[in-house]
């Protein structure tokens, strides 16, 4: 089975600066990577995801994850952190699953709490 | 264009009762998925649809739970005989393709349950 770890229930960074949320997972077989944003009262929003190819993601709202096979990382980055960044971040998994053809969805992290300070 | 969808928003029920919650996805997507949010299981993932086809039901948590998918589109989770700790957010989510490989999940506001 896999498993997602966010090791943060909380980052504090102050705005301009550069932020890092943390995601380390655990998988038998290829994973794919996803991050999701939850602002208060509000589903999940799709930020990015990793597939195979360039280790280095690009998504939304100027975000970027870093996949590293070697340490089962992929997290989460933004070179200045703005206060609408403020929210909760997911990090998920999922993996396919060849025989018997079934598929599951995405396991995820706990959750940190992003807040950029003014 | 307009995204995933679910009903009702809200609904508190009492306790041994059924409820029945509703999504629509967004048009095209061929799979569609359910989870639940709460507080202390964090998110957890119940079931997934490819088509009208839901090839694993492992992931709901009792045999109270069901879902179904009819036309491609508008799906339904109904609990029956609620309990308390089915107390949560039930979320929907619909993706263009089941296979991870093209699957990007486009999640609904959910559904919050309360179970008086």
């Known amino acids: 089975a896999q498993s997602v770890a966010q090791p943060e229930d909380q980052v504090n960074v102050a705005e301009g600066n550069p932020l890092t949320v943390k995601c380390t997972y655990s998988?038998?077989?290829?994973?794919?990577l996803f991050w999701y944003v939850q602002y208060p009262n509000r589903g999940l929003q799709f930020l990015l995801k990793?597939?195979?190819?360039?280790?280095l993601v690009k998504g939304s709202y100027g975000f970027e994850a870093e996949f590293n096979k070697s340490q089962t990382s992929f997290h989460l980055k933004k070179p200045s952190a703005l206060v609408s960044d403020s929210a909760l971040y997911f990090c998920?998994?999922?993996?396919?699953?060849?025989?018997?053809?079934?598929?599951?969805?995405?396991?995820f992290g706990k959750g940190t709490h992003l807040i950029i300070q003014p | 264009g307009a995204g995933v969808s679910q009903s009702p928003s809200n609904k508190v029920t009492e306790k041994g009762k059924d409820v029945e919650l509703r999504c629509d996805p967004i048009?095209?997507?061929?799979?569609l998925y359910w989870y639940r949010q709460s507080l202390g299981q964090g998110l957890e993932f119940l079931i997934y649809?490819?088509?009208?086809?839901?090839?694993?039901k492992s992931g709901l948590p009792s045999d109270r739970f069901s879902a179904e998918r009819t036309g491609g589109s508008v799906s339904t989770l109904t609990i029956q005989r609620t309990q308390q700790e089915d107390s949560a957010v039930y979320l929907c989510?619909?993706?263009?393709?089941?296979?991870?490989?093209?699957?990007?999940?486009?999640f609904g506001p959910g559904t919050r349950l309360t179970v008086l």
């Open positions: 989510a619909s993706s263009p393709h089941w296979d991870p490989a093209q699957d990007t999940q486009y």
């Open positions: 998988v038998s077989g290829n994973p794919y």
């Open positions: 990793y597939i195979t190819g360039d280790n």
């Open positions: 998920a998994v999922r993996v396919f699953f060849h025989s018997g053809g079934g598929a599951d969805g995405l396991t």
């Open positions: 048009s095209g997507h061929t799979a």
């Open positions: 649809f490819q088509g009208n086809s839901a090839p694993d």
